[in-house]
């Protein structure tokens, strides 16, 4: 199946999955001088106060936190959004060594890690498997890393990191919330995208923050301690699981403006 190595890797996914070379592909590199800034762009509402977190667990491409899917649930509206999307997990990217790891771009400049924090248009669809494919059917936000202060709440994460070492493994993580993942400012890049991996669905509306977040050095070789295999298969590690960026081919990036 496909992957992050020579082989596997990005460069050969059309094989699989010929969407690869499509018109909305991402991630991609953001100028910001090139954006649009529509005034018409409401602040994005971010609603995770009621927030089950299930567990935590490695599947293989990266490490995610899940949520139970309830009707309550938290979720994000407005902003460049017309219907009600709610959360269904959050992974993230990295790289081997901190000056590059995220997947998109800003004037070329790469993050040490990019924080993906799916949504799913539960007004419009019933299911996340129906959504997952629909044009309008996903949402995810994006938050950069950048190696700093040590991140006061991400220790919850890297602290249950160990316990989901191999591809497969799952442990307990309970009411995390992801709002302390978001940066101060919600100020934010929009553009029509897709997911950054195999199936590489173009049902992504992209919402990346300019703000980058802060996490220690230590915060982030515990994820490079995790591993892309099984227990029982030769060891490999969980680094450079990023797609890099994909061409523009027209389309426009807006600007919020809050
Ligand atoms: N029928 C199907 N069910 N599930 C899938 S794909 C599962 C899934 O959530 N994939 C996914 C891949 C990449 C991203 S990302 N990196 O945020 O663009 C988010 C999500 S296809
Ligand atoms: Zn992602």
């Keep these: 199946c496909w992957g992050y190595g020579e082989d596997d890797g990005p460069s050969s996914w059309h094989k699989g999955y010929p969407i690869a070379q499509g018109n909305r592909q991402s991630p991609i590199n953001i100028v910001p001088s090139e954006t649009v800034h529509d005034s018409s ?20 491409c990266s490490v995610a936190v899940e949520y139970a899917d309830t009707e309550q649930g938290p979720g994000i509206y407005r902003g460049p959004l017309s219907d009600a ?17 995220s ?32 044009p309008d059917g996903l949402a ?32 307990d993580l309970k009411d995390f919330n992801p709002k ?12 029509s995208g897709s997911l950054t991996t ?37 060891e490999k590690l969980m680094e450079n699981n990023f797609r890099p960026p994909q061409p523009l081919k027209g389309r426009k990036v807006c600007a919020s403006y809050n």
């Design 103 to 134: 997947e998109h771009t800003v004037d070329g400049k790469t993050y040490t890690s990019e924080l993906h924090l799916v949504h799913w248009n539960a007004s419009k669809y019933q299911t996340f498997r129906e959504a997952v494919a629909a």
């Design 140 to 171: 995810v936000l994006g938050v950069f890393l950048e190696t700093g202060e040590e991140h006061q709440s991400l220790h919850k994460i890297t602290d249950a990191l160990s316990m989901v070492k191999f591809k497969g493994s799952n442990a």
């Design 198 to 234: 195999p199936p590489l669905h173009e049902s992504v509306t992209w919402i990346v923050f300019e703000e980058p977040i802060e996490v220690s050095k230590k915060q982030m070789e515990k994820f490079r301690m995790l591993l892309f295999s099984e227990e029982e298969e030769d």
């Design 41 to 60: 762009l409401s602040p994005l509402i971010v609603s995770y106060e009621h927030c089950t977190s299930i567990g935590i667990s490695n599947n293989g």
């Design 85 to 101: 999307y709610r959360l269904k997990q959050f992974h993230f990217h990295w790289g081997h060594k901190d000056w590059h790891g």
């Design 180 to 191: 302390c993942l978001l940066p101060k400012s919600l100020n934010y890049w929009t553009y």
